[in-house]
């Protein structure tokens, strides 16, 4: 059976397209609201945001693939991205990393038992000039330390 939007979020969809000229200028958007809705973007749901925005299917899939931040695999509540790039990893994103590691039990890749966080390294979350950072859904955290780690988190729970 092809997936479906909820109602609700068909509205949100609807209203986003309308914001932009032309239909296909909505995809990322409708791609943060496809992976929110279903968990990750599977082929079935690549098809279906490319019959709303009236595009190819391998123009999702291209997107889908290429942003860090959308995955085709299902993801634990809270995706947790690190950044492993120059500037983060000069200010210590390795032993950051190391730190959720240890804190969450599960390695970059993973997703914790009771699917609340997936932990990931990428490769450059695009601000270098609060690192080292990482991403949490679809939020920003910079300057990161132990310490903040452990409030974010525990804020989560």
Same mark, same amino acid.
């Not at 931040?69 to 120059?86: A, D, F, P």
């Not at 390795?94 to 804190?103: I, P």
């Not at 990161?144 to 988190?153: G, N, Q």
């Given at each position: 059976?092809?997936?479906?939007?909820?109602?609700?979020?068909?509205?949100?969809?609807?209203?986003?397209?309308? +914001?932009?000229?032309?239909? $296909?200028?909505?995809?990322?958007?409708?791609?943060?609201?496809?992976?929110?809705?279903?968990?990750? *973007?599977?082929?079935?749901?690549?098809?279906?945001?490319?019959?709303?925005? =009236?595009?190819?299917? *391998?123009?999702?899939?291209?997107?889908?693939?290429?942003?860090?931040?959308?995955? +085709? $695999?299902?993801?634990?509540?809270?995706?947790?991205?690190?950044?492993?790039?120059?500037?983060?990893?000069?200010?210590?994103?390795?032993?950051?990393?190391?730190?959720?590691?240890?804190?969450? =039990?599960?390695?970059?890749?993973?997703?914790?038992?009771?699917?609340?966080?997936?932990?990931?390294?990428?490769?450059?979350?695009?601000?270098?000039?609060?690192?080292?950072?990482?991403?949490?859904?679809?939020?920003?955290?910079? $300057?990161?330390?132990?310490?903040?780690?452990?409030?974010?988190?525990?804020?989560?729970?």
């Amino acid at each position: 059976m092809s997936p479906e939007f909820s109602e609700k979020t068909k509205k949100k969809i609807e209203e986003i397209v309308a +914001r932009y000229p032309q239909k $296909e200028a909505a995809i990322l958007p409708v791609l943060h609201i496809t992976q929110q809705e279903f968990g990750s *973007i599977s082929a079935e749901e690549e098809k279906l945001v490319a019959r709303i925005l =009236g595009i190819k299917p *391998i123009k999702v899939r291209e997107l889908v693939t290429f942003y860090t931040m959308l995955s +085709r $695999e299902s993801l634990g509540k809270y995706h947790i991205q690190v950044c492993s790039n120059l500037s983060c990893s000069l200010l210590g994103a390795g032993n950051f990393v190391d730190y959720l590691v240890e804190k969450l =039990g599960i390695e970059p890749g993973e997703t914790t038992p009771d699917k609340k966080f997936t932990l990931s390294t990428v490769e450059c979350l695009g601000a270098c000039e609060r690192a080292p950072c990482m991403l949490i859904n679809f939020n920003y955290y910079g $300057e990161m330390d132990p310490k903040k780690v452990d409030e974010i988190l525990d804020g989560l729970k």
